[in-house]
């Protein structure tokens, strides 16, 4: 336990370094700054999705799966190689972006990966492999593989088609969309079918069938969102717009079945963890319908030209879906403490930076004059959220108190 605490601890280490390295790219249209502005910005998605949320992932996957299968060691070995790979590209992508050594560090992360991957199938027993929890988490592993191929045909792209072509950008689409709809979901899906297992709360067939195969079915369906931006042939538009609906049907069957049982989940827990299961929800269902809107030619139009709208529907499922459900399921497995007043000043950096970030592209897509003083809002408002996310990492060191 002593162990995954500490993981737990790297995970939140690199949550606050993002942050911080979210403000220092604010700050770049106020200030001049001796830094690259887009080697940063490789920095910050590599550590979010790499640091942050997949040593989050693989330690709840490792404490909920693979903590009693005696393979402490090769999980610590394993552990400590991905940190190496990932302060590698901490201190390489700032200073060259995609370069030799940061091409390494990355290459060395996806075996790494990989090798989680197979400890995963090989060492879970066969009673675990029957339940409807593992069987989300393969799913999910298997998206993160997916995703890989990504990264891999960048190289070769990027020697044929060269690095402004479309093949490049939506290989980078591919990655993301897999990474946060496939691997990052799904992985969240099954941490809390296993927690509802434990506490004897299991869906029935009846409903996981149809659940597990609408939703990710979906999930390959709206891939087809992230080439809207090439105005495609219409069926695609219908594909993208197909799997979104299915996504949002897949949630209305799990919402069904876990409606009736608030009460027994309230008491799962500290009297965080249903409201901010609550609100990680209520996320969730304005992100299937951005995604409905997305499908719609008009909207697929003006998103793809307005980058503010981009940035905000990523961080709205970044930070609003999928941190918050990583900070609840640390918190559950008593990984990491929350209070009451770090996750308030967490959702008031969340709304303030996604209300102005929202609000600039609402006035590009209507030609309307910005707010004198934007930027520095916006600054002062990611602002607030490092303060929150800093509050959380230092909350780690304190003696444990009530929540």
């Given at each position: 336990m002593q162990t995954l605490k500490k993981h737990s601890l790297f995970a939140i280490g690199y949550f606050l370094l993002i942050a911080l390295l979210g403000l220092v790219l604010r700050l770049f249209q106020l200030v001049e700054l001796p830094f690259d502005y887009r080697f940063l910005v490789h920095t910050h998605s590599h550590v979010a999705l790499l640091g942050w949320v997949y040593t989050t992932l693989t330690t709840l996957i490792y404490k909920s799966y693979l903590s009693k299968a005696s393979i402490h060691k090769k999980y610590r070995n394993l552990f400590w190689f991905t940190q190496v790979t990932i302060v590698g590209m901490l201190f390489t992508f700032p200073f060259t972006g995609?370069?030799?050594?940061?091409?390494?560090?990355?290459?060395?992360?996806?075996?790494?990966?990989?090798?989680?991957?197979w400890l995963f199938i090989k060492h879970t027993s066969e009673a675990q492999k029957r339940t409807y929890s593992y069987k989300c988490i393969l799913v999910s592993l298997w998206y993160m593989v997916i995703s890989s191929i990504g990264p891999w045909a960048l190289g070769?792209?990027?020697?044929?088609?060269?690095?402004?072509s479309d093949l490049y950008r939506n290989?980078?689409?591919?990655?993301l969309h897999f990474q946060y709809n496939g691997w990052f979901v799904m992985a969240l899906i099954g941490i809390l079918l296993y927690v509802l297992e434990q506490n004897k709360i299991k869906l029935s067939p009846k409903r996981f069938r149809p659940f597990f195969?609408?939703?990710?079915?979906?999930?390959?369906?709206?891939?087809?969102?992230?080439?809207?931006?090439m105005q495609p042939p219409m069926f695609i538009y219908f594909i993208s717009g197909f799997g979104s609906l299915l996504q949002l049907f897949a949630f209305g069957i799990l919402m069904k079945w876990l409606l009736p049982l608030r009460e027994k989940i309230k008491n799962l827990s500290s009297r965080l963890f249903c409201p901010l299961l609550k609100i990680t929800g209520m996320f969730f269902l304005i992100k299937l319908l951005f995604q409905i809107l997305g499908s719609l030619p008009y909207f697929a139009a003006v998103i793809s030209s307005n980058i503010d709208l981009m940035i905000g529907y990523i961080h709205w499922t970044f930070l609003g879906v999928i941190s918050i459900a990583a900070l609840v399921f640390l918190s559950y497995f008593k990984?990491?403490?929350l209070s009451k007043g770090t996750m308030l000043l967490y959702l008031i950096g969340f709304f303030l930076t996604e209300g102005l970030i929202f609000y600039k592209g609402i006035v590009v897509w209507s030609k309307s004059w910005l707010t004198a003083n934007y930027l520095l809002y916006l600054a002062v408002a990611s602002g607030v959220f490092l303060i929150g996310i800093a509050q959380i990492f230092i909350n780690q060191f304190r003696k444990m108190t009530k929540n």
């Open positions: 995609y370069a030799l050594f940061s091409i390494i560090f990355s290459t060395l992360f996806l075996f790494a990966s990989y090798v989680f991957m070769i792209i990027m020697n044929t088609a060269g690095s402004g290989a980078i689409y591919f990655y195969w609408t939703m990710n079915i979906g999930i390959v369906a709206t891939f087809a969102i992230s080439v809207l931006w990984l990491i403490r």
